[in-house]
């Protein structure tokens, strides 16, 4: 007596394999999407609190040195700068650490923004801003204490140029 034995074997047909490849692509065609936004929601929102941050210790700085704001009608970035992340006096003298009554407002360094990886600012003594640039990544005004992100260089999905936040 002979069987009919059939052979099983183990593993999937081709068929089965291109079904799971197709739906693994079309699962990867509805979700990257929403991947590459999140990078950009995510520079947004980082951008935003550092310029939250960064206007509340240029008014802390106000408050402390008689209304003045730092840098006050200069163009000096170090100086900008310096004022934030050093000690100072009432008059805005810049000193080491601990040699002076107020500050440091930022601890470490100036932070970057995060659409350009700059920490450069670039100071105008003038009241309006103006046009952004790209070797910058901060826009200070010294007359009315106004702080802007460079976002020279970014486009919005139209081709239209983003403003300084």
Not at 16 to 42: K, M, N
Not at 121 to 138: E, F, P, R, Y
């Amino acid at each position: 007596m002979r069987r009919n034995t059939r052979i099983k074997r183990a593993g999937f047909t081709l068929v089965e394999v291109l079904i799971v490849v197709v739906i693994l692509g079309i699962l990867a065609a509805t979700v990257l999407p929403q991947f590459t936004t999140a990078t950009g929601d995510a520079q947004e929102t980082a951008i935003r609190q550092n310029l939250q941050t960064l206007r509340s210790l240029i008014q802390t700085y106000r408050m402390h040195h008689n209304d003045r704001i730092p840098a006050a009608g200069t163009t000096d970035a170090a100086l900008f700068v310096d004022q934030l992340v050093k000690s100072s006096d009432a008059d805005g003298t810049v000193g080491d650490i601990g040699t002076k009554p107020f500050g440091p407002y930022l601890v470490g360094q100036f932070p970057s923004n995060p659409y350009n990886n700059l920490r450069t600012v670039k100071v105008v003594n003038s009241a309006t801003i103006g046009a952004a640039d790209d070797g910058t990544g901060w826009l200070y005004s010294s007359v009315t204490g106004q702080l802007k992100a460079n976002t020279a260089t970014l486009t919005a999905a139209d081709g239209t140029a983003i403003e300084a936040l």
